[in-house]
């Protein structure tokens, strides 16, 4: 009997290269799976299940892992405000480890003898797939016929084309990552440092026009609401996408370190990510203490590397979740936000917990919880150590 493997299959050009490179050659009998992360529609799915099978996979299912990447961290990454470099929202980053789990899962459940992927070897998935497939499913054969073959873009096409593959190979020259954090696009322009990526290149066009006024409603940190509306939180997530991305906001080139240690350069668009950032982060400032701001900085920036690269099953990552979490308890409140083509605007907060309370003070105008004297006192003590070191090394002088 052929030996089983499970493809992770996204419809893509490798993973179609793939799914005829292991049946054809290899002889294997290739399952294809394709995980769920937010950002596929029905007829997508559909679509992308009937290619599987006209490639000849043996059998094809739909694994969604949505609310899982969800709750176990995309809040983590808004409440870290987690944005690589203070540009990426890690849009596949963050969804490759939970991926990569679904297929180890997937591949025990069938009884498969090995896992193949169809990550290049001058990326980061490669090195995200195999680590959680070694950590998860260690006496399993790792496949990876692109990175093994070391083969283009047109290297695939060629080898479709000749097994009598058609279809429109203008588009496949872009490769498309979809999820619910954001869509990543790469290939041609990015392959270089100067160019842009043209307007057809990004998979939703701009078609929205005049500006329009939305409120976001956080609790604790998640968003809960949209314009009076309550959604759970990846509902909500998708409804702000539906109405921000025309806007063609959330578009961005991100030039980043790769985990094998070269640079690299991908394009994407994340409305939904960006507007959420930026408004939970304007609605903390006005919540939290500078040390609770502070140490989240510091904490948040180190969980989106780990996160980055591939490392959500280290321990040290729940240790950082929990921490991110119990800063929430008072991340509560309304965020104004205005959208327009090509650009956003976070107008103001409402929250109980605002510590802009009027009662302690207006700032730059009126004092109501101290006086003239306590503050003059207080600059004194403050600059005192300062004070000292200047005296003593004058006089060192």
């Known amino acids: 009997m052929k030996k089983k493997v499970v493809l992770a299959f996204s419809g893509g050009l490798d993973t179609s290269f793939c799914v005829k490179y292991l049946s054809e050659e290899k002889n294997l009998e290739v399952h294809t799976a394709i995980v769920q992360t937010g950002g596929f529609s029905e007829e997508e799915l559909q679509h992308i299940e009937q290619q599987a099978i006209k490639l000849g996979s043996a059998s094809h299912t739909c694994l969604d892992v949505t609310q899982k990447y969800y709750e176990q961290c995309l809040k983590y990454l808004v409440f870290g405000n987690v944005l690589r470099y203070n540009t990426y929202p890690l849009s596949v980053s963050a969804e490759r480890v939970f991926q990569a789990m679904a297929i180890a899962d997937y591949a025990n459940q069938i009884g498969a003898q090995t896992i193949a992927h169809g990550s290049t070897g001058a990326g ?53 990552n979809k999820g619910i954090w954001g869509t990543s696009v790469g290939g041609v322009e990015t392959l270089t440092s100067e160019a842009p990526l043209p307007e057809e290149a990004y998979p939703t066009q701009q078609s929205k026009d005049s500006s329009e006024k939305i409120t976001l409603t956080f609790t604790e940190g998640e968003l809960t609401g949209i314009n009076g509306q309550p959604y759970a939180p990846v509902e909500a997530i998708q409804q702000l996408e539906k109405i921000a991305a025309p806007y063609g906001i959330g578009r961005d080139i991100h030039v980043g370190d790769t985990i094998i240690g070269i640079k690299g350069r991908v394009g994407f668009e994340a409305a939904a990510p960006m ?10 400032k006005h919540t939290l203490t500078k040390w609770q701001l502070y140490w989240k900085d510091q904490l948040a920036n180190w969980y989106g590397m ?26 509560t409140g309304e965020v104004d936000v205005e959208l327009a083509p090509y650009r956003f605007q976070v107008l103001g907060i409402r929250s109980p917990h605002d510590l802009m309370s009027s009662s302690f003070g207006a700032y730059g105008e009126m004092n109501n919880a101290w006086t003239g004297e306590d503050a003059r006192g207080f600059a004194k003590i403050l600059s005192n150590q300062t004070m000292i070191f200047s005296k003593v090394n004058k006089q060192n002088d």
């Open 124 to 176: 980061n998935d490669q090195i995200r797939f195999d680590m959680v497939f070694h950590i998860m499913v260690p006496n399993i054969e790792i496949i990876t016929p692109i990175r093994d073959e070391k083969l283009s873009r047109e290297d695939e096409i060629e080898y479709l084309k000749k097994k009598g593959i058609e279809q429109s190979w203008e588009k496949a020259k872009y490769s498309i």
């Open 275 to 284: 507007v959420i950032i930026k408004a939970h982060h304007t609605l903390e």
């Open 306 to 331: 780990l996160v980055h690269e591939g490392q959500m099953l280290d321990p040290v990552m729940r240790n950082v979740e929990t921490f991110l979490a119990d800063t929430q308890k008072t991340v």
